[in-house]
């Protein structure tokens, strides 16, 4: 059972009217639209003559009924329209029903409709929209949350509970207007990257989402299972090993955007599903791509911003490349103040304990620096930093050092305390390639849940040979924390997951009966739109007991009418 509200109730019973009048209220024809709220504000001062026949569709904002006029605001997707609504000439005959009924008593906030006429200033010297003609687009039988603000335009009774925004994010989106800055500025992220790559003649290509092995990084997956297969597959982690696939085959430069999937914690900078961009490029090594993402960052900040500074919380973050370059051992002796470049496991775990990190027994070499990286040195790397050559069982997939035994080549870029890049110069040796996937085999069984598993295919795709390559990851989430100022990862997704909503708990009619309510009354109750004993104990006595007796006589049942003193203990 579906509760409502009374507003809802209310909406509902308009939506019956404007039907029984023969008003669709949810029309299937096309409404024509040649005009936006943006286009017309920017405008129509310089070009007056091009809004005398507008048409203009959007979601009914506030009214302020005045008689036989009405001033009104409609929404669109760029913006508010105010509209000026006159009863004769949205009626011209002599049935007036469509303004006084229909506009002043069964439209709502938060209806669309479709207005056409002219547009004109107010005495106020307000840019409005003249009604010739109103349609009814789409009737909302919930009522929008009321955003208030003064008359300087502050909220100060908004819509900002983060659960419910982020919840309903229709409902933010529609009464929180900047919101969609925060997703717009998202999609000229991409954009803007897209088109720096594709201007490098860089192709851009679609892999596997489910895949039999999880590969391409260290991360916990979910399972699936393919019933025609017979057989069980995962969402991918990381898309890396079917980019490098496509290496082999010949292309010079590939690249993807796309949802990875990684069954871990949730928090201010992790969500389950998130959009990396991963790109390869053959016959380059990281220190080439550590100058390609300076290029590529300064240009998409500049050209969303205007600008390579940017505010981040408290901070102004430059994005002008060259960025600071440390190596990983080099970063924890500056910052935690100890040497690790020559420590075994032991040394690690001894160290790990001195600094109160948490580590447990899957834990190798490479996740024990890890987590004196994170907890040590993470924090500190406010403007862009590549932290370099990260020991080899940290990255099972990056070349060995050109010079430094026991180093890879691989880089992480840092902003603001956190990493948003990762790249490598990728390891091509499929005889390297193998011993690396079984050591991975041996953490696995040490109950280390996101070592890399054995993808045989892949391995076969390096015994054809696979050129010099580097590779690059970029978390567009985190990129776009940065570049709109947000501090949590659901700020910049439309929509991050939540857990399931509390299911309300109606009441039962023993429930009622428990209350001392005679059962003979409870359908009364319950045509009042009270189906929780929350709802009932919420009521007003006086209401209560006069709503009762009146829903008693009107529904025609065999019991009497309670006294005020027996309501008064219901709601005790």
Aim: some cysteine.
């Amino acid at each position: 059972m579906q509760l409502l509200s009374e507003q809802e109730l209310e909406r509902r019973k308009d939506r019956e009217e404007l039907m029984k009048l023969g008003i669709d209220p949810y029309p299937a024809e096309t409404f024509p639209i040649n005009v936006t709220a943006e286009d017309i504000h920017k405008n129509y001062e310089n070009r007056k003559n091009d809004y005398k026949s507008i048409s203009i569709a959007g979601r009914l904002m506030s009214r302020r009924i005045m008689g036989s006029a009405s001033f009104a605001e409609i929404q669109d997707a760029t913006g508010r329209l105010q509209i000026y609504v006159r009863r004769d000439d949205i009626c011209p005959d002599e049935d007036k029903t469509f303004y006084n009924t229909v506009f002043k008593k069964l439209l709502g906030i938060g209806d669309f409709i479709g207005v056409k006429g002219y547009i004109f200033t107010t005495q106020t010297g307000e840019i409005s929209l003249h009604v010739t003609e109103l349609k009814i687009l789409s009737k909302s039988v919930k009522p929008l949350p009321i955003v208030k603000r003064d008359e300087h335009g502050n909220v100060y009774d908004g819509f900002t509970d983060p659960e419910l925004r982020y919840r309903q994010r229709y409902v933010d989106l529609t009464v929180n207007p900047e919101v969609k800055e925060v997703f717009l500025t998202r999609s000229k992220i991409i954009t803007n990257m897209r088109r720096y790559f594709d201007d490098h003649g860089w192709l851009e290509v679609e892999t596997p989402i489910l895949q039999q092995v999880h590969g391409g990084a260290a991360a916990r997956p979910f399972h699936t299972y393919h019933n025609t297969l017979d057989m069980p597959l995962y969402l991918r982690i990381a898309n890396e090993l079917y980019l490098k696939r496509l290496i082999v085959g010949g292309f010079d430069g590939v690249y993807e955007f796309g949802k990875m999937f990684r069954n871990e914690g949730m928090d201010r900078t992790h969500n389950p599903e998130f959009t990396s961009l991963e790109i390869y490029v053959a016959y380059k090594d990281y220190v080439w791509m550590m100058e390609m993402v300076e290029e590529l960052i300064e240009k998409v900040t500049s050209s969303i911003h205007g600008t390579t500074v940017v505010k981040v919380g408290d901070k102004e973050i430059d994005f002008a490349g060259p960025y600071r370059r440390l190596t990983m051992f080099d970063s924890i002796k500056e910052y935690a103040g100890v040497d690790v470049s020559e420590m075994d496991e032991a040394g690690l775990r001894k160290v790990c304990a001195e600094f109160g990190i948490e580590v447990d027994h899957s834990m190798g070499k490479g996740k024990l620096i890890d987590e004196i990286f994170g907890a040590k040195v993470e924090g500190f790397l406010i403007q862009p930093t590549y932290i370099t050559d990260y020991p080899v069982e940290m990255t099972p997939l990056a070349k060995k050092h050109r010079s430094k035994e026991g180093l890879v080549e691989r880089f992480e870029l840092f902003v603001n305390g956190k990493e948003i890049a990762n790249a490598y110069s990728e390891l091509n040796d499929p005889i390297d390639q193998r011993q690396r996937f079984e050591e991975q085999l041996k953490l696995a069984e040490r109950g280390d849940d996101e070592a890399m598993a054995m993808d045989e295919d892949f391995l076969r795709a390096l015994e054809y040979g696979m050129p010099p390559t580097s590779g690059l990851g970029i978390g567009i989430d985190r990129l776009t924390m940065l570049l709109t100022n947000k501090s949590t990862i659901q700020e910049v997704l439309f929509f991050p997951q939540m857990r399931p909503e509390k299911k309300v708990s109606i009441a039962s009619d023993e429930d009622f009966m428990s209350l001392g309510i005679p059962s003979g009354l409870i359908p009364a109750i319950r045509d009042l739109n009270i189906h929780t004993i929350e709802q009932l104990k919420e009521q007003d006595v006086n209401k209560l007991f006069n709503d009762i007796c009146g829903r008693r006589k009107k529904l025609k049942l065999e019991v009497g009418n309670p006294t005020k003193e027996e309501v008064e203990k219901w709601i005790a």
